[in-house]
Structures are given as structure tokens and as C-alpha cells.
């Protein structure tokens, strides 16, 4: 997997220019992930996307998952905004589900692992999304 994340690995598209636009907003932006920090920092430095986040929480080092809103919260903390002005992207239901339970705004991204979810996803979301580049449509 670490080989995969650090040479494989492609972005969605549209990624780089919606993290560009929010960038050049001043929206300060932070990563809350599932994924162990040394299995995605490789993808993150071979993009050069590290420069768009002021920080990363993983639920490894925050002890806990995403079936819990502690993750989101602590980033909203972070990032000094409130949770309902905090815009969450994700593309697992069950993450979706947990940050908009929690009051946040939630925009699902499609993931193939997905697919027969997709009813579901698009009825929990604020927003959907095939890929990121269709969020300049509402940024």
C-alpha cells in the first residue's frame, strides 16, 4: 500500500485547482484522515499538496475513527471555525454520515469502492460531487 500511495496513486481531478482557489481565498484548510500518516505523506509530497494544509489529523494519532465526529471537531478547533461554517469533503458514507450528524457541511466526493451507495450518499450530502473540480460550481 505504501508503494501504491507513494508511485501509483493519481489525483481526482479537479484537486489542485480547487485547492488553489480556496489557497488564494485565504480559506485555511486541514486534512483529517483514516489513512496512516506514512502511507499517504509520500502522495502528498510527490504532488506537492502539503503547502495547502496547516495541518493533518489522522485517527490513529487522534484515537478514534471516523465513526466518531472527534476527528472533524478537532480540526474545526484547529482551523478556529465553527462547525457549521466547516465544509468537510469525504467520499465513505459512513464518515459522511458521522460529520453531518455532527452538524458540519458535507460534501461527498464519488469513489468507485462506493457505487451502490450512491442514493444514500447523495441524500446525506449538502453537496455531491463526481469529482472535486465540480465544487468550483459552489466555492
Known amino acids: 500500500m ?18 488553489e482557489l480556496l489557497n488564494n481565498r485565504g480559506v ?9 500518516r506514512w502511507l499517504f505523506e509520500p502522495a502528498l509530497e510527490r ?3 502539503n503547502k495547502y494544509f496547516k495541518c493533518i489529523f ?9 465513526a466518531n465526529p472527534d476527528i472533524y471537531i ?8 465553527e462547525i457549521n461554517e466547516t465544509l468537510v469533503v469525504e467520499d465513505a458514507l459512513y464518515a459522511m454520515k458521522t460529520a ?5 457541511i458535507v460534501t461527498g466526493i464519488y469513489d468507485k469502492s462506493a457505487d451502490d451507495e ?3 450518499i447523495k441524500a446525506v450530502c449538502d453537496y455531491y ?10 466555492l
Open 129 to 138: 460531487c463526481i469529482n472535486p473540480g465540480e465544487m468550483l460550481g459552489f
Open 74 to 81: 478537532r480540526a474545526a478547533d484547529y482551523l478556529e471555525t
Open 2 to 19: 505504501c508503494d501504491f500511495y507513494k508511485n501509483d496513486v493519481k489525483l481526482k481531478d479537479g484537486v489542485v485547482q480547487v485547492l
Open 28 to 36: 485555511k484548510m486541514c486534512i483529517a484522515t483514516a489513512t496512516d
Open 58 to 66: 489522522t485517527c490513529t494519532e487522534e484515537k478514534t475513527s471516523k
Open 100 to 104: 453531518k450528524k455532527a452538524g458540519f
Open 118 to 120: 450512491q442514493d444514500e
Open 47 to 49: 504532488f506537492d499538496l
